[in-house]
């Protein structure tokens, strides 16, 4: 998958990820203007429209719509994370899947996608297990969303520096990314004062040492979890 994904990056680039990188413009998101166009009901970015569509596995969608669907979604009401990790785990623990494996694998990544639809894992699983189950027409439905979300995080930062640092809204997905464009995760996260995640990378041949990743957001996300506690809290000690 790592080939894959390093060949398409070089493919859209036309160079190396190291220089695309480096020739590229980067723009962060309007997280303000975001959350206004995707609440608007009379325009076409309004989520639950887009949603939809991307839910129907409408192709047409572009870059700007992924950028509304990823980084709106943190604007929109939605349930805690489903965790079927052990079950997943107990199953890929086995020396070869069998086809009623990969069918449970699904199952069990769908339920997840219902909860985390961007989510570069889950997108990465699915098109891998249709795509063994000689199902090619879903496996490409997957591979097209796995690689439009991932050109949407790498359209807003080159990842060099803690002030041009890409941006997540899941911690998992700053891990997929790095394995996505082909390297591997060196052990070492750290956080900086602007809020970025610093993740380091083995030797690789393109001399990068480690990777920032904006997480601002995912801080506001537990900033505004936090509060909804307290209120909840308070209103049940009047109660």
Same mark, same amino acid.
């Given at each position: !998958?790592?080939?894959?994904? /390093?060949?398409f ?6 160079y190396s *990820?190291?220089? #695309?990188?480096?020739?590229r413009k980067?723009e962060?998101p ?8 995707t ?5 076409? $970015?309004?989520?639950?429209k887009?949603?939809?569509?991307y839910?129907?596995?409408?192709t047409? /969608?572009n &870059?700007?719509?992924? @950028?509304n /669907? =990823?980084?709106?979604?943190?604007f929109?009401e939605?349930?805690?994370?489903i965790n079927?990790n052990?079950?997943i785990? #107990?199953i890929y623990?086995k ?14 990544t769908?339920?997840q ?7 570069? %894992? =889950?997108?990465n699983r699915m ?7 000689g199902?090619?027409? @879903? $496996? ?5 969303k796995?690689?439009?979300? %991932?050109? @949407? ?8 520096t803690?002030?041009?640092g890409?941006h997540?809204? $899941?911690?998992?997905d700053? *891990?997929?990314l790095?394995?996505?464009l082909g ?6 996260? $750290? /956080?900086t ?9 083995k030797?690789?041949?393109d001399g &990068?040492?480690? !990777?920032?990743f904006?997480?601002?957001q995912?801080?506001k996300?537990? *900033?505004?979890?936090?509060?909804i ?11």
């Amino acid at each position: !998958m790592k080939l894959y994904f /390093l060949l398409f990056v070089c493919f859209c680039m036309g160079y190396s *990820y190291t220089q #695309a990188q480096s020739q590229r413009k980067f723009e962060k998101p309007d997280y303000e203007n975001i959350e206004k166009i995707t609440k608007d009901k009379n325009l076409d $970015s309004f989520y639950p429209k887009l949603f939809n569509r991307y839910n129907n596995n409408d192709t047409s /969608l572009n &870059i700007t719509d992924f @950028t509304n /669907l =990823y980084y709106g979604y943190f604007f929109q009401e939605h349930n805690s994370p489903i965790n079927f990790n052990d079950s997943i785990k #107990a199953i890929y623990s086995k020396n070869e899947l069998t086809k009623s494996d990969r069918q449970q694998l699904i199952f069990y990544t769908k339920k997840q996608l219902e909860i985390e639809p961007y989510s570069l %894992a =889950y997108l990465n699983r699915m098109e891998n297990l249709y795509h063994d189950l000689g199902i090619i027409d @879903t $496996s490409n439905l997957y591979r097209f969303k796995l690689i439009m979300v %991932a050109k @949407t995080l790498v359209s807003t930062g080159d990842g060099k520096t803690d002030t041009t640092g890409i941006h997540v809204n $899941s911690i998992s997905d700053e *891990y997929t990314l790095i394995n996505l464009l082909g390297y591997d995760f060196d052990g070492k996260q $750290s /956080l900086t004062s602007n809020q970025c995640d610093y993740l380091t990378i083995k030797q690789n041949d393109d001399g &990068i040492e480690g !990777m920032y990743f904006d997480v601002k957001q995912i801080f506001k996300g537990y *900033y505004k979890m936090f509060d909804i506690g307290k209120k909840k809290k308070r209103h049940r000690k009047r109660d």
